[in-house]
């Protein structure tokens, strides 16, 4: 069975200190693997999608990786905008997302 | 561009009740999904539809099913409602939906059940 798990499950950052989020998985054929920050009260916002290993990806301070087994979310120089809870997915052949439980980032000033 | 549209954002309901839940796609998107997300649980799939037409299942019970609308909306709907139906139902669209797109959610609707 497909599964997805994230480490750590929080982490707490001083402003400007940077840091990197895990996603491991195990898929029988990778089709994408998603990466989504969600805020309280707030559905999930799509950050990058990834396809194929060494593929890297970056959005202001957000940087994501891909292995054959796992990808990584860097986040450089953290501001506490970037508070948040950030969610990994992998998705099947019909595009259906199967989500990790997350990692909840705490960036304080 | 207008995001995806949920309605209602809160809703309260007694065991036993039927709820219908309601999501608008972003304009030009066809495929819509649904997800149940809860703190110990967390995004689980629903389902996902397509030309009106459920193309997807998760494992969820009977009581949970859904349809879409010419216009790509998509209502959702839960019969018989138990305890632990309360959860933040999510609906997420994409262009054609398939493994390439990336899904674009809308916030919710926080359903509660007493």
């Known amino acids: 069975e497909d599964q997805v798990t994230q480490s750590p499950e929080a982490l707490r950052l001083q402003e400007g200190e940077s840091s990197s989020l895990n996603c491991s998985y195990t898929?029988?054929?990778?089709?994408?693997l998603f990466w989504y920050r969600q805020d309280p009260g707030k559905g999930p916002e799509f950050l990058f999608t990834?396809?194929?290993a060494g593929e890297e990806k970056e959005k202001e301070r957000l940087k994501a990786t891909l292995t054959k087994k796992e990808s990584f979310l860097h986040i450089t120089a953290p501001k506490p905008e970037d508070s948040a809870t950030y969610l990994c997915?992998?998705?099947?052949?019909?595009?259906?997302?199967?989500f990790g439980a997350g990692t909840q980032v705490v960036v304080t000033p | 561009k207008a995001g995806v549209t949920q309605t209602p954002r809160y809703l309260i309901k007694t065991r036993g009740q039927q709820v219908t839940l309601s999501c608008s796609p972003i304009?030009?998107?066809?495929?819509v999904s649904w997800y149940q997300q809860t703190p110990g649980q967390g995004l689980q799939f629903l389902f996902e539809?397509?030309?009106?037409?459920?193309?997807n299942k998760g494992n969820f019970p009977g009581r949970f099913s859904g349809r879409q609308f010419s216009n790509s909306r998509s209502e959702m709907n839960v019969s018989t409602l138990e305890l632990g139906d309360s959860a933040l139902y999510l609906c997420?669209?994409?262009?054609?939906?398939?493994?390439?797109?990336?899904?674009?959610f809308g916030d919710g609707t926080r359903l509660s059940i007493l």
């Open positions: 997420a669209s994409s262009l054609v939906g398939g493994p390439n797109q990336p899904q674009h």
């Open positions: 990834l396809y194929s």
């Open positions: 898929v029988s054929g990778l089709r994408g």
């Open positions: 304009s030009g998107h066809r495929s």
């Open positions: 539809y397509f030309s009106e037409t459920q193309r």
């Open positions: 997915a992998v998705s099947d052949s019909w595009g259906k997302l199967q």
